[in-house]
Each structure stands twice: as structure tokens, then as C-alpha cells.
């Protein structure tokens, strides 16, 4: 989580210790009256309570500053060429604008919805999404506004959100060399690699052709996907001084996309697609060496780890072309999960 700025941590400092200088103004002078009263004998009893209360005030305080104050959020999507990253975080944020989520509210900046809109554009004209060009490093940026579970004595201030500024880096899958050793781009960083090493969140995104051997095979094969990944989170525990014995506080959403493809070939009114998709994903990492292995190797580095599957167009059928109307099924859970285990929200 990104840590507030020195004015933001002063800030709260600040508003936390006038609270704590004004209950012990309030204490002393209730020790006073006490002393001058035939209650006396219990100002022990007393001074305790005061300062269990000043202390508790004091720290709610802290907290609903902290989580009224803005800062930034930085999920890097990271995959091989082809996997479908940009088709992800276009349909991600086309979903989050028009379907309404209970636990938090989304704002896209223009510039990112421009993007977006112009990739939806294309799809309804038949055009699928034109690969990112390499060494560059496209932003898609968002306000977001979400509470905070209420715990202890925030549940005496129910009212403001946290709010934040949610940022998804998507490069051309190529860059992923930069978090390779020995590999040429290697030695070659770009602001994608500092992106990818310091962010709040990473998205590792592998396609579900490569892992089930189903429909068109576009990808390098699977192993060569989960050794890059692998080599990413080995890489940005290395960028963050992370020993064995420690965890990336980060958390690492491990991202199936184009689940879509193979599993529905005929429409069924009474099957849950997210459902299916989720219990298939859960199946594959189970099942499959690959994917059983890139698991471990998260869970042992990393403090928060989970694999979703996704599809960010829906069913297709039998047509190789994208439909005029996408239907993603799960894309906003890797988000959800994220600022739910991370940012604690409702």
C-alpha cells in the first residue's frame, strides 16, 4: 500500500495530538475536581479510564484521517505478448463505469475513458484490439471512493469514504524481458520495469488457450509464461530488498483471461457463467504442473496470492470475430479481492 506523504502522516500527527492534549486538559482537570471532592479515593480508577479513552480517540482520530486522505494505488498488469491484457482493463473499466459496484464508487479520468471508448469502438466495428506498441507505457486512471470496515470506535463515524487515485500500467508483452535476466531487454529497463517493481498490486496474466490447449494458440506455451512470471515476482522481491524469510505485502491476483473460449458452446439460461469459470480456473491450478507451480512460488514470497478466471468479452460462439455487444464475466473480482484484503473494504 503506498505509504501517505509527510504532510498527510503530520496532518494526522497533528489533529491526533490536539485530540490527545485536549482529553488530558479535560483529565487534569477532572483529577482536580476529584482531589477537592469526597470522590479522592478513586482518582486511580479515574486517571486509568482517562487514559484509556485519550488514547483510543486519539487513534480513531489518526485513522479517519488516514483513510479520508487521497493517494495513489498502482496495479501493473504484467504477461506474456497476446495474452489479452489490454482487452482485460478496457473491458475492467467499461464494466466498473456502467455497472455500479456496491462496495465502491469509479471515476475514470477522460483521457483514460477516450481509450477506452475508442477500443469498444472498434470491436463494434468488427476491429479486434491492435497490440500495444513496445517501449511504451499506456495509463488507464480512475478515482475510486470506498469505506472501510468499521472497527472499535470508528463505528461512532460512519460517514466518510477512503478515497484513491487507481492506476493500471499496460505494456506490450514483450517488456516482460525486462524482469528476465539474460534476456535483451534486460539491459535495457524503460519506466515499465521501475512501474512493475514498485507498485501496490500486480496482476499476473496468463491466457486460457495456453493452459487448457483449447481453441487458438497465440502465446508462448504455458511454461515459458510461468517461468516469466516467476522470474517477475523474484524480480520485484530482489527491487524491494525482500529476503527469504519476509513477504511481498503486495498483493498478486494470478489472472486466467479468454476463459470464455471452449467452455461455452452452446448458451445455457440456467448455468452461472462466473461460477462455472471460477470452478474450472480453480480445477486448472489444482491439476495443471504449471500453474500448481507458479502457485507455490507466490504463496511462498508473497503475503496475499489468489488466481481468478476471467472472460472480458464473454461468449463468443462460433465466430472468430468480437461481438458488437461484450458481456465480460468476472473481470472486476481481481479488483475486488485486492482493495478488500489490502485496503480493507466493506
Given at each position: 500500500?503506498?505509504?501517505p506523504?509527510?504532510?498527510?502522516?503530520s496532518?494526522?500527527?497533528a489533529?491526533s495530538?490536539a485530540?490527545?492534549a485536549?482529553?488530558a486538559l479535560?483529565?487534569?482537570?477532572?483529577?482536580g475536581?476529584l482531589f477537592s471532592?469526597s470522590?479522592h479515593?478513586y482518582?486511580p480508577?479515574?486517571?486509568?479510564?482517562a487514559?484509556?479513552?485519550?488514547?483510543?480517540?486519539?487513534?480513531a482520530?489518526?485513522r479517519?484521517?488516514?483513510i479520508?486522505?487521497?493517494?495513489r494505488?498502482r496495479?501493473a498488469?504484467?504477461?506474456?505478448?497476446g495474452v489479452?491484457?489490454?482487452?482485460?482493463?478496457?473491458s475492467?473499466f467499461?464494466r466498473?463505469?456502467?455497472?455500479?459496484?456496491?462496495?465502491?464508487?469509479?471515476?475514470?479520468?477522460?483521457?483514460?475513458?477516450?481509450r477506452v471508448f475508442d477500443?469498444?469502438?472498434?470491436l463494434?466495428r468488427?476491429e479486434?484490439?491492435?497490440?500495444?506498441?513496445?517501449?511504451?507505457?499506456?495509463?488507464?486512471?480512475?478515482?475510486?471512493?470506498?469505506m472501510?470496515?468499521?472497527q472499535?470506535?470508528?463505528?461512532?463515524f460512519p460517514?466518510r469514504?477512503?478515497?484513491?487515485?487507481?492506476?493500471f500500467a499496460?505494456?506490450?508483452?514483450?517488456?516482460i524481458?525486462?524482469?528476465?535476466?539474460g534476456s535483451?531487454?534486460?539491459?535495457?529497463?524503460t519506466?515499465y520495469?521501475s512501474?512493475a517493481?514498485?507498485s501496490?498490486?500486480?496482476?499476473?496474466?496468463?491466457?486460457?488457450?495456453?493452459a487448457?490447449?483449447?481453441g487458438p494458440?497465440i502465446?508462448?506455451?504455458l511454461s515459458?509464461?510461468v517461468n516469466?512470471l516467476?522470474f517477475?515476482?523474484?524480480?520485484?522481491?530482489e527491487?524491494?530488498?525482500i529476503?527469504p524469510?519476509?513477504?511481498?505485502?503486495?498483493p498478486?491476483a494470478?489472472?486466467?483471461?479468454k476463459c470464455d473460449?471452449?467452455?461455452f458452446?452452446?448458451?445455457d439460461p440456467d448455468r452461472?457463467?462466473?461460477e462455472?469459470i471460477?470452478?474450472?480456473?480453480?480445477?486448472l491450478?489444482?491439476?495443471?504442473?504449471?500453474?500448481s507451480r507458479?502457485?507455490?512460488?507466490?504463496?511462498s514470497?508473497c503475503?496475499?496470492?489468489a488466481?481468478?478466471?476471467?472472460s472480458s468479452l464473454?461468449?463468443l460462439?462460433?465466430s472468430?470475430k468480437?461481438?458488437q455487444r461484450?458481456s465480460p464475466?468476472?473481470?472486476?473480482?481481481p479488483?475486488?479481492?485486492?482493495?478488500?484484503?489490502?485496503?480493507?473494504?466493506?
Amino acid at each position: 500500500m503506498s505509504r501517505p506523504s509527510p504532510q498527510q502522516t503530520s496532518r494526522g500527527a497533528a489533529i491526533s495530538a490536539a485530540v490527545v492534549a485536549a482529553g488530558a486538559l479535560g483529565a487534569s482537570v477532572g483529577v482536580g475536581l476529584l482531589f477537592s471532592s469526597s470522590l479522592h479515593k478513586y482518582w486511580p480508577i479515574f486517571v486509568a479510564v482517562a487514559g484509556a479513552l485519550i488514547s483510543a480517540v486519539g487513534a480513531a482520530t489518526a485513522r479517519l484521517v488516514k483513510i479520508t486522505i487521497p493517494h495513489r494505488i498502482r496495479v501493473a498488469i504484467i504477461g506474456s505478448p497476446g495474452v489479452g491484457k489490454t482487452m482485460y482493463v478496457t473491458s475492467l473499466f467499461d464494466r466498473l463505469q456502467t455497472v455500479p459496484e456496491p462496495s465502491f464508487r469509479f471515476s475514470p479520468s477522460s483521457e483514460t475513458l477516450g481509450r477506452v471508448f475508442d477500443a469498444l469502438n472498434g470491436l463494434r466495428r468488427g476491429e479486434w484490439i491492435q497490440r500495444t506498441a513496445r517501449d511504451y507505457l499506456y495509463l488507464y486512471s480512475a478515482k475510486i471512493s470506498l469505506m472501510a470496515p468499521p472497527q472499535a470506535l470508528l463505528r461512532l463515524f460512519p460517514g466518510r469514504p477512503a478515497e484513491y487515485e487507481l492506476e493500471f500500467a499496460d505494456a506490450a508483452g514483450e517488456q516482460i524481458g525486462e524482469m528476465v535476466p539474460g534476456s535483451v531487454q534486460w539491459q535495457a529497463k524503460t519506466s515499465y520495469f521501475s512501474y512493475a517493481t514498485d507498485s501496490e498490486a500486480l496482476f499476473l496474466v496468463i491466457d486460457f488457450p495456453a493452459a487448457t490447449g483449447i481453441g487458438p494458440q497465440i502465446t508462448p506455451p504455458l511454461s515459458e509464461q510461468v517461468n516469466d512470471l516467476i522470474f517477475v515476482l523474484q524480480t520485484v522481491c530482489e527491487a524491494r530488498d525482500i529476503g527469504p524469510s519476509q513477504l511481498l505485502e503486495s498483493p498478486v491476483a494470478i489472472i486466467l483471461t479468454k476463459c470464455d473460449i471452449g467452455l461455452f458452446p452452446d448458451p445455457d439460461p440456467d448455468r452461472n457463467d462466473g461460477e462455472f469459470i471460477n470452478h474450472v480456473t480453480s480445477q486448472l491450478f489444482n491439476d495443471n504442473e504449471d500453474l500448481s507451480r507458479l502457485m507455490a512460488v507466490a504463496r511462498s514470497r508473497c503475503r496475499w496470492v489468489a488466481s481468478f478466471g476471467v472472460s472480458s468479452l464473454g461468449p463468443l460462439g462460433a465466430s472468430d470475430k468480437p461481438p458488437q455487444r461484450i458481456s465480460p464475466i468476472n473481470v472486476t473480482q481481481p479488483l475486488e479481492w485486492m482493495l478488500r484484503v489490502r485496503y480493507r473494504m466493506r
